[in-house]
């Protein structure tokens, strides 16, 4: 049983930072690609960021590009989302997810294990 399980959500202000960790359980996730979305009510599920099985490259939308900054540790099966500068547009539920391919992609439909996600709020 594959288990995916986000933590490190929170109430912030504008200008703070958070950092989110999606754990992931259940099978060897080294040789895979991770990545994070965002859901704000109302919208369509967005790409935030992705990391290919050995770290060595990453995407990041463009909405995000020098803030957040998404990290793994291969060791732990576990991958991480600096978020900082935080701005009330980023508020929204972040959800982890795993694809059973090295490559990094943006479409949610690439992946193929959701974490049930985790709620930022960044208030003004």
């Known amino acids: 049983q594959v288990q995916v399980v986000e933590s490190g959500g929170g109430l912030v202000q504008a200008g703070d930072s958070l950092r989110l960790s999606c754990a992931a359980s259940?099978?060897?996730?080294?040789?895979?690609?991770m990545g994070w979305f965002r859901q704000a009510p109302g919208k369509e599920r967005e790409f935030v960021a992705a990391i290919n099985w050995n770290g060595g490259s990453t995407l990041c939308s463009d909405s995000v590009k020098g803030r957040f900054t998404i990290s793994r540790d291969t060791t732990k099966n576990t991958v991480y989302l600096q978020m900082n500068r935080l701005k009330p547009e980023d508020s929204a539920i972040y959800f982890c997810?795993?694809?059973?391919?090295?490559?990094?992609?943006?479409?949610?439909?690439?992946?193929?294990?959701w974490g049930q996600g985790t709620q930022v709020t960044v208030s003004s």
């Open positions: 259940g099978r060897t996730f080294s040789s895979y690609a």
């Open positions: 997810a795993i694809r059973l391919s090295g490559r990094a992609l943006s479409r949610p439909d690439e992946y193929d294990y």
